[in-house]
């Protein structure tokens, strides 16, 4: 099992840039595939980036591509999400979320643990 805590979320101004972190508990944080999901109000969660375990593959939603930059220090048991060129539409409560495996990695029923949220939040 795995606790996941985000951090860095924040106000900021459209075309600025923030950095989330999540940080994972135990010693096992390399065997889990991590992922970052949002959830703007009145919307359903969604996807948003995820890296492999090794951090080799990552993988992005349309919407962020070009724009964020998904990362992990597996010594430091950390996962991070580089937000550049923010946008008022990327404001949501960001997610951390954690799973074994690697198929249909935006699925986020297949998530097995999540973190409690950070909100960043995008002035126009």
């Known amino acids: 099992q795995v606790q996941l805590v985000e951090s860095g979320g924040g106000l900021v101004q459209a075309g600025g840039s923030l950095r989330l972190s999540c940080a994972a508990s135990g010693r096992t944080f390399s065997s889990y595939v991590m992922g970052w999901f949002r959830q703007a109000p009145g919307k359903e969660r969604e996807f948003v980036a995820a890296?492999?375990?090794?951090?080799?593959?990552?993988y992005y939603a349309d919407s962020v591509k070009g724009r964020f930059t998904i990362s992990r220090d597996n010594a430091k048991n950390t996962v991070y999400l580089q937000m550049n060129s923010l946008k008022p539409e990327d404001t949501a409560v960001y997610f951390c979320?954690?799973?074994?495996?690697?198929?249909?990695?935006?699925?986020?029923?297949?998530?097995?643990?999540w973190g409690q949220g950070t909100q960043v939040t995008v002035s126009s």
């Open positions: 979320a954690a799973r074994n495996s690697i198929v249909e990695i935006t699925a986020e029923k297949l998530y097995d643990y």
């Open positions: 890296i492999s375990w090794s951090g080799g593959s990552r």
